[in-house]
């Protein structure tokens, strides 16, 4: 793997954390916080998971992809609380 290829890796994270992590907030308003949470955390499992099975750096970029997914719906600002 090369230095920008990691840094692509590292990027793609953010991009789907910050892209997600608004209408993730809008679905813990909708559905009960703790099935919410509870299948956010399931999720993120998962894809920890998966990403020990990755070979190669395309499938790097989709297991970062949607651990940015899965973990912005764990963030939970306080002044919704």
Known sequence: MTNTQ???CLSIFFISYSV??????IL??????????????FAWGIVMTF????????GL????WFLGLAEAGLYIPLIQY
């Open 20 to 25: 997600f992590e608004v209408p993730s907030n």
């Open 61 to 64: 970029l989709a297991t970062r």
């Open 51 to 58: 990403m020990g099975f990755v070979h190669n750096y395309s």
């Open 28 to 41: 813990l308003k909708r559905l009960k916080p703790h099935i919410w949470l509870t299948a956010n955390m």
């Open 6 to 8: 990691y840094n692509i």
